[in-house]
């Protein structure tokens, strides 16, 4: 089983829409957890992080965690084309610093 | 944020040839630095991870005397791809992490290498 699950995608969505973006962990002992955004041909920004269950909410962004169930997702609401991007899911666990990513979602929103 | 800077950007070298990329993180101290490759519509893969002033941990089928890493202090960390060729081709990105609870990762902006 791999550490972290995500949906290749691609996941497309029409402008202004509602993004819902899924990821699954393995390890329960995960404290922290991270959504990137990657463009194609660069690096991975952070976007978000939640490491309490429930919700948090940053703009049009919102990340919810069920630990309980082992899973984080991210919602991206009004989608704008400019979103479209490979959503990274991650986390960290434990003393040792190592981040650990999911294989990434492919998002495109159609003007 | 915390500010990570990767050199060069970009590369052309010859088959056969070594090539040095460099991360650098500039405003903190990065106890630990991790070098990934990315393939064209693939996803990150971790190669291995440089913990300062000791030996890198290397990734499974990563070949550790083709890929040298050396992070000689708590700012720099740099891998040397040794004898490249075309196959070694790739996206390469560092990021580091700064130590806490929630620790995030701080990516470099990334070195496209190609080998011709």
């Known amino acids: 089983q791999k550490e972290v699950e995500q949906n290749s995608g691609p996941l497309s969505v029409p402008e202004g829409a509602i993004a819902s973006l899924n990821c699954t962990y393995s390890?329960?002992?995960?404290?922290?957890f991270f959504w990137y955004r990657q463009y194609s041909g660069k690096s991975p920004e952070l976007i978000m992080f939640i490491y309490s269950n429930g919700d948090k909410e940053d703009g049009r962004f919102t990340a919810q965690l069920n630990k309980a169930s082992q899973y984080v997702s991210l919602l991206i609401r009004d989608s704008q084309p400019s979103d479209s991007a490979t959503y990274l899911c991650?986390?960290?666990?434990?003393?040792?610093?190592?981040?650990?990513f999911g294989t990434g979602t492919k998002l495109q929103v159609i003007p | 944020g915390a500010v990570v800077s990767q050199h060069p950007s970009w590369v052309i070298c010859k088959s056969g040839t070594s090539v040095k990329i460099e991360c650098r993180s500039l405003?903190?101290?990065?106890?630990?630095m991790f070098w990934y490759r990315q393939f064209p519509k693939q996803s990150l893969m971790l190669m291995a991870t440089?913990?300062?002033?000791?030996?890198?941990?290397?990734e499974q089928g990563v070949e550790k005397d083709k890929f040298l890493i050396n992070h000689a202090s708590l700012t720099l960390s740099t891998l040397t791809v040794t004898s490249a060729h075309p196959e070694d081709s790739s996206f390469y990105i560092c990021?580091?992490?700064?130590?806490?609870?929630?620790?995030?990762?701080?990516f470099g902006q990334g070195t496209r290498l190609t080998v011709v």
């Open positions: 405003d903190f101290q990065a106890t630990t």
């Open positions: 390890d329960r002992g995960s404290q922290s």
């Open positions: 990021s580091a992490t700064r130590q806490g609870v929630y620790t995030e990762a701080f």
């Open positions: 440089s913990n300062e002033g000791s030996k890198a941990t290397y």
């Open positions: 991650a986390f960290h666990s434990g003393g040792y610093q190592k981040v650990t």
